[in-house]
């Protein structure tokens, strides 16, 4: 019999948006008259934009012939849209980024998982708690933690409270770590690291040879006067890497598209002590293991940054940044607590009634037919808490908030 991987062995339950879908579907076959609202995983409902449909259309027409053919593309993503990337996500907030730093891939969700490989087995890490599963889920499997507690917490992980204590804003670690994952706005929260905040990060990470893992995936949704990307941080570039995506974007989490970025000054340390170049080690894995994305996807991504394309997404933008307010107020006038729903396509509320979250997830199913995220399947400091998408279509938006207001308020 082979053997087996005893790291995945260690994972504590099953992954928990799938975990969510197994319950809904059981509820489904024993209410098949339910009419449910699904408001859990953050999946976009909007069609893709018409410019970046006409870029697809056109790049498979151009396939269609002997000179337009392409096969293999560049790993890293052709130049035409790392460029495009660069000109239109940086140089317009004055950041200095190179397309060379910039790595096409097919989701921030691949790349966050997988940027842990190029670094040691035993390197330590820190994370947010409540926290985006993946960040700690990859690492288990890689080996660098011990087992779980009781509370679901892994051995050799620090974790990092996010409270209303402390407007979920972690602190510093106490110690130091190799890695450090942040996401802002944040996954589940909804809440954004203004600039101070990110400058301690920034800080701190280079005065302990710490690495910041920054999932931006989200910046998009940003109105108010905050930082988009961690590279508008002095001191960033020697100490962070930056996740973004196009999927909750530009509607692309079927066309899967996104990219990272690693300045090259970012150096790592081998166990013989000598430095090596972070971003050299990552072209080496991508080489090795990916073969890029479509050519019509990334002509179709580029099409985003063209002047009616930028006009189409921030509409899709807007309509979902109007559902998270809607949510919002819909929420406050039924007397529960929220976050976050501002700057985040998430609004992160308050269990009532000392309900933990998988209760309030039951309660909310059965009683309202709405389905939501547990804050515990988040983290620790999640329990007690509960994440709702403004990923829906208005009509069915507005339904849940009115059930939830007659059923739970």
Known sequence: MARLNDHYLKLAAGYLFPEISRRVGEFADANP?????????????????????QAMHD???????????????PSEGYDFLREAIVQNDFASRGVQIDP?????????KCDSANIQEIFATDATLAVTDPVYPVYVDTNVMAGRTGGADSGGRYARIEYLPCTE?????PALPERPVDLVYLCSPNNPTGVVTPRDELQKWVDWARANDAIILFDAAYERFISEDLPHSIFEIDGARECAIEFRSFSKTAGFTGIRCAYIVIPEELKGRGSNGEQASVAQLWRRRTNTKFNGISYPVQRGAEAIYSEEGRKEVQANI?????NAGLILEGLSKAGLKTFGGVNAPYVWLK?????DSWQFFDQLLERAN??????SGFGAHGEGYF?????GLREQVEEAIDRIAKNLG
């Open 33 to 53: 008259k339910a009419n449910l609202i699904k408001l859990g995983i953050g999946d976009v409902v909007l069609p893709l934009a018409s410019s970046v449909r």
């Open 59 to 73: 790049a498979i027409d151009e396939m269609a012939t002997a000179e337009g053919f392409r096969g293999y593309g």
């Open 100 to 108: 060379s730093e910039v790595y096409a891939s097919d989701g921030s």
């Open 165 to 169: 204590e402390n407007s979920f804003l």
């Open 318 to 322: 807007d309509y979902y940044t109007a």
């Open 351 to 355: 269990t009532p009634d000392g309900l």
């Open 370 to 375: 709405v389905v939501g995220t547990p804050g």
């Open 387 to 391: 994440r709702l998408s403004a990923f």
